[in-house]
């Protein structure tokens, strides 16, 4: 394996950072359901760490639920590409591309996005089902991750200059979890087996980012069998528990989820503690920034970050 | 003994978007080696998954308790693929014809209306809202869900 500052080395340069920018860069927010409806602290982050890092964050008030590539594409795919292509209508319509902060409407919408532009077929039954509410996709707008969004636009020396209070002491796990990466083709952002990106984003908190053993497995969440769902859960628990990090960072509300919780009930499986803190990146970045504990709801948590709120947890 | 092939079963199949993409598969495996769900259940492996899927054994996977639904649908067999027929894409084909059939699992098919209906896949509670504004954050918006009605009639 590369180590992660060989791969950092290897990682492609991209321009048009921020750095050089005078203006910010308006991109419209896809928020989902997860973060706006279950886990709001995580809005929060987002909305006070992009504007510190040139990027205005701008609401659709028309998109809805991506829809799930799970549960939804599993029911009826061809309804799951047509809700998907009137998001992107919505973000078209008004000239802007669109970030996303959960990775699976990252999936949902990049690979409509893609489908309908290498299938002018698919496109035009969509679209047929798009003029009954007079819209029309053309395949303009661009579907970019939160963490890819800032790959491609802000410079890492920007990330941190924003930081007020580095995170030195803290050891951070992270699980980068699957369709934030996978399908490569399509997904476009980093290598599936080796990537690099949130080290980078971590390290430019402050904070040391630590690989473990299991650090690319898929958490299990969509496997419909409940006994067979639990194994790769509790075997990536288990990896990040032996390095003895303080949190566990993700970049996926739906990935938050299945450890925020499935920490403690593995726990109990178990029969000893497998927890590790959860915490969703930007949050981790806005208390870098000199937010509290408090201001990104980190109290919400069923699993506290203990370490984390002694720490850095009060206001700066 | 002979194998009978059922086309009609792969023509059912290719009604679903990249269903078809069944027929580029020649049963390499590669996309069985990585797979998460193949490393703790030995018993499923996405290569007879899509055998069976050619020969159109169709009583093998559409059915109660269809091994499809192991699937953790993580698109490790997609990036593993030398022919670019996407497994997973066929899986998630096969899972429409059994949500068609009513032999999804307890819950998939109310979590799809619910995004139907409502525009969202969470329900939103009185709770919400105020954990919302106690955060700073401004009210969720209306949805367009009579747009939604009208593009999803099939």
């Known amino acids: 394996m590369t180590s992660p500052e060989a791969a950092e080395t290897a990682a492609p340069q991209t321009t048009k950072k921020t750095k050089s920018r005078k203006e910010a860069v308006k991109v419209a927010f896809f928020r989902g359901c997860l973060i706006p409806v279950k886990y709001p602290q995580m809005e929060v982050a987002v909305r006070h760490t992009l504007p510190k890092l040139g990027i205005e964050p701008v609401d659709v008030p028309g998109f809805t639920c991506c829809p799930d590539p799970i549960y939804f594409k599993a029911t009826d795919k061809e309804s799951w590409l047509t809700m998907a292509a009137r998001n992107l209508c919505e973000a078209e319509e008004r000239g802007l591309d669109i970030f996303t902060v959960c990775s699976g409407c990252t999936a949902t919408l990049s690979e409509t996005s893609h489908l309908l532009a290498e299938n002018e077929e698919l496109r035009a039954r969509v679209n047929k089902r798009l003029a009954r509410v007079g819209k029309n996709y053309k395949g303009t707008t661009k579907v970019r991750h939160i963490v890819t969004l800032i790959r491609d636009l802000v410079d890492p020396a920007v990330i941190s200059e924003s930081v007020r209070r580095p995170l030195t002491d803290l050891r951070v796990a992270i699980h980068y979890g699957c369709h934030l990466l996978k399908p490569s083709p399509i997904m476009n952002v980093d290598d599936p087996d080796n990537p690099y990106m949130m080290e980078r984003l971590v390290r430019a908190t402050g904070a040391t980012p630590i690989r473990h053993k299991e650090w690319i497995l898929c958490c299990g969440k969509a496997i419909a069998k409940s006994e067979l769902k639990q194994k790769p859960m509790e075997t990536v628990l288990c990896s990040v528990k032996e390095v003895n990090a303080d949190v566990l960072c993700v970049i996926c509300p739906s990935c938050f989820g299945e450890f925020d919780f499935g920490q403690i009930k593995a726990s109990k499986r178990l029969e000893r503690d497998v927890t590790t803190p959860a915490i969703y990146y930007f949050q981790l970045l806005a208390i870098a920034q000199g937010m509290s504990a408090d201001d990104v709801g980190l109290s919400r948590h069923r699993v506290k970050p203990e370490r984390l709120i002694e720490l850095y947890g009060d206001p700066l | ?154």
Request: proline share 9%; hydrophobic share 35%.
């Open chain 2, 1 to 154: 003994m002979p194998v009978e092939i059922s086309f009609e079963f792969r023509e059912k199949l290719h009604t679903i978007i990249e269903g078809n993409l069944l027929s580029f598969c020649y049963q390499c495996g590669a996309c069985v080696g990585d797979c998460p769900t193949a490393r703790f259940d030995p018993t499923f492996n996405p290569r007879h998954i899509m055998l069976e899927a050619l020969y159109g054994l169709e009583k093998r996977l559409i059915c109660e308790d269809s091994p499809v639904w192991k699937c953790a649908n993580c698109y490790t067999c997609y990036e593993r693929c030398p022919q670019h027929m996407k497994p997973v894409e066929v899986i998630i084909a096969l899972k429409n014809l059994l949500a068609n059939e009513g032999l999804a699992p307890a819950g998939v098919v109310p979590h799809t209306d619910r995004s139907k209906t409502t525009g969202r896949s969470v329900l939103v509670t009185s709770a919400t809202e105020r954990i919302r504004a106690e955060l700073g954050l401004p009210p969720l918006p209306q949805l367009p869900v009579d747009e939604l009605t009208e593009i999803l009639k099939p």
